[in-house]
């Protein structure tokens, strides 16, 4: 049976064509690089483009050298590049816009924020259409702490813009900091002229989502409610149930998506939306039922068909969820779900159909590669040989040495296998580099405290992170932990409880329920771990910290 899954687990990835080297330079290292990149040799390819851009003189070269880098994943080789290339050609605007990008992938929040100001006042299209293009680019950035610092810095360049305000209050509110976005949206607001009722209506919506999501749910539910009761309409209603769940007001959310359900156009949004929370809720009957729904109307169609490779993965139907899986083809789930294919592969015979999958998937989605090479890392280690998952981490980080991603993996498999001071040697250098990135502060900082080490010092690198992302689940967990391990239990609770109610994963439940099982509230203890398995019930750590928790009572 499994030869016929491993086949059916590939059904859904289709050759793609080679990169068209018609118009690269007739020059040796131009063609070595473009063989590079047929070959999927990533950093080979932008090194060599790097070192001929060192010297060379043409913008179309330095272009498609810097495009090239960009590609290839490889922020610091872009830099170089796009430096050489605003030499040569100081007034081309792309070369600025790559610099900044390659800048803001690195963390150079001032360096990043520079580039883009030339670009701003330098664009045919306009200062304003622009910012428009940039808070796109943004919002879709890797680096959420990063745009958000990013989108700081250049309101204060253009203090004047309502468009450089409407991307700091969407900056702002990504990067868990809606206090900061309320002021933000509240200001844009004040200065967008009535008549542009359009702009009003988004602004507006970002504000009430950003209030309630800084604690002040009343009123900006009221009013969107009133706005629905006033004008009945598919998107105001829509409106109206995304900010409910945005207040953890779920059930009252789901009757306003059955109430979209009768409208034909609405319809696959609201079956979208009502699986979704189902899903999360543990409630995976309802929720399989709302995805086979919604595979009927045609729309959504991968991202139905991954959550049923979800559902049937857990009721342990391991073809049907292969079946499911092969058939995603495109969007946000298409690589995770041959990423599961692959791990149910491997854990059961079909090792090479998982390893020739996984090797497609590098190939065909070349700037999610760090991606797919921490799952493989991930899957070998659940298979128990984990030298194979650090080989695969560090020969990953010679491709994609600036890659934030594998450094994190690194730390936590080597933290894993007990190799703590090597984890924390990682993580220290990630925060040197990225000192200002509340990630690298948080994770440093929990590795620390997880581990009882200097528990002062990570209390301070969390709370820093805290304060500029303070509604950031895994940094209110890791307060939370850390407050914990000090013998502050009751504070701690603060933080875990508001942790475990916006992201009710296994590692914040394990946490939730360990400091209530030491505080004595065993009953409560049970209840989170239980609520937490139903929805997470392969967590490592929720496990883990039950069974130590059962053999010592």
């Known amino acids: ?23 690269a330079p007739d020059a040796f290292y131009t063609v070595t690089a473009e063989i590079a990149l047929s070959r999927h040799e990533a950093r080979v390819a932008a090194l060599q483009y790097a070192a001929a851009a060192e010297t060379n003189g043409d913008v179309g070269f330095l272009r498609r050298a810097t495009e090239v880098t960009a590609e290839c994943l490889q922020p610091s080789l872009t830099v170089g590049v796009a430096a050489r290339w605003m030499h040569v050609d100081p007034a081309a605007v792309d070369a600025h ?17 520079a580039q883009y100001r030339v670009v701003l006042n330098s664009s045919p299209r306009g200062t304003d259409a622009e910012f428009a293009l940039l808070e796109t680019e943004l919002a879709t950035a890797d680096n959420i702490y990063g745009a958000r610092q990013v989108a700081d810095r250049l309101a204060e360049y253009f203090p004047a813009s309502l468009p450089a305000l409407r991307m700091q209050a969407f900056a702002a509110l990504r990067a868990d900091d809606p206090a900061a976005a309320v002021r933000t949206f509240g200001a844009a607001l004040a200065g967008e002229p009535p008549t542009v009722e359009e702009a009003r209506r988004e602004l507006t919506q970002g504000l009430w989502r950003a209030r309630i999501l800084a604690g002040d749910a009343d009123e900006p539910l009221a009013l969107a409610k009133a706005l629905m009761d006033r004008d009945d309409t598919a998107e105001n209603r829509l409106n109206y149930a995304l900010l409910l769940l945005a207040a953890q007001q779920n059930s009252a959310a789901r009757a306003q998506l059955m109430e979209l359900t009768h409208d034909p156009e609405s319809k696959p949004v609201a079956l979208r939306l009502l699986g979704l929370v189902e899903f999360q809720e543990g409630e995976m009957a309802d929720a399989s039922a709302r995805f086979a729904e919604l595979v009927t109307t045609g729309k959504f169609l991968d991202d139905a068909l991954y959550y049923l490779g979800l559902i049937a993965e857990r009721h342990e139907d391991l073809e049907r969820a292969l079946r499911l899986y092969a058939q995603v083809q495109s969007g946000d789930n298409a690589v995770a779900a041959l990423l599961r294919a692959a791990t149910i592969l491997r854990a059961h015979g079909a090792a090479p159909a998982a390893e020739e999958l996984l090797d497609q998937l590098v190939d065909e989605e070349p700037r999610r590669a760090p991606e797919i090479l921490v799952a493989r890392a991930h899957i070998y280690s659940d298979a128990g040989d984990m030298p194979q998952a650090i080989a695969v981490l560090e020969q990953a980080q010679l491709e994609y040495p600036d890659s934030m991603e594998l450094r994190y993996a690194l730390a936590s498999m080597s933290e894993s296998q007990g190799k703590v001071a090597t984890a924390l040697h990682v993580l220290k250098e990630v925060t040197e580099l990225r000192p200002a990135d509340p990630a690298a502060l948080n994770a440093y900082g929990y590795t620390l405290a997880d581990n009882n080490r200097q528990l002062k010092v990570a209390r301070q690198l969390i709370e820093q992170a805290y304060a500029a992302a303070p509604k950031n689940v895994a940094i209110l967990d890791s307060l939370g932990w850390v407050l914990f391990r000090q013998g502050h239990g009751e504070e701690a609770l603060t933080y875990l409880n508001a942790a475990y109610a916006d992201g009710r994963d296994g590692d914040i439940a394990a946490h939730l329920g360990e400091v209530l099982w030491r505080l004595g509230r065993r009953t409560d203890a049970e209840r989170i771990w239980s609520e937490a398995s139903r929805t997470d019930s392969d967590n490592h750590l929720l496990k883990a910290t039950q069974l130590r928790l059962h053999a010592s009572n």
Do not use: F, N, W, Y
Not at 4 to 23: H, M, W, Y
């Open 1 to 23: 049976m499994l030869g016929i899954i491993a086949c059916s687990a590939c059904v859904g990835v289709a050759p793609r064509p080679k990169p068209d080297t018609s118009e």
């Open 97 to 113: 816009r790559a610099a900044a990008r390659a800048a803001l992938e690195l963390h150079k929040i001032a360096q990043s924020a």
